[in-house]
């Protein structure tokens, strides 16, 4: 998203709010509006690839307990409940991060990119062909 912590490029320091000091009126609410926009689309993003999107956590147990839900109304309200609530998640997770952690300064930024986030990612792609490479020579 556009706000701190993560707005080092549009945050000059001479502007307590970046260019949105330029703005006023329609134009400062539409690039508002914009902002929160992202984080909602952000978050059905997020939702939807690696969280299951409308899923209700456990819901072939809960047809076996309840099979009278099957493509009833009532599971479809269910699903569109559980995406709701995963995207509220997600959403109170990007305010809880600009609320707790302040901007980033452009040193701080660039140490901890080149010195824990390019080593960790790295090691990672490392083992990730490791894994391949061994899970495959043993069939698995």
Not at 30 to 49: C, D, H, K, Q
Not at 103 to 129: D, H, T
Request: no cysteine; aromatic share 22%; proline share 5%.
């Amino acid at each position: 998203t556009n706000r701190a912590p993560f707005d080092l490029p549009e945050a000059e320091e001479e502007l307590v709010a970046g260019y949105h000091t330029e703005y006023s009126g329609m134009k400062f609410g539409m690039f508002f509006l914009a902002e929160y926009v992202n984080w909602f689309i952000a978050s059905f993003f997020i939702v939807t690839l690696f969280f299951g999107g409308y899923l209700v956590p456990f819901q072939p147990l809960l047809l076996d307990v309840v099979p009278a839900l099957e493509g009833s109304i009532w599971l479809a309200l269910l699903q569109f409940v559980s995406l709701m609530l995963k995207v509220s998640f997600f959403a109170f997770l990007f305010i809880w991060v600009r609320w707790t952690f302040p901007r980033f300064k452009y040193n701080q930024l660039m140490q901890l990119g080149w010195k824990y986030l390019l080593p960790i990612s790295l090691a990672n792609a490392i083992l990730i062909a490791l894994g391949v490479v061994l899970f495959g020579a043993f069939g698995l």
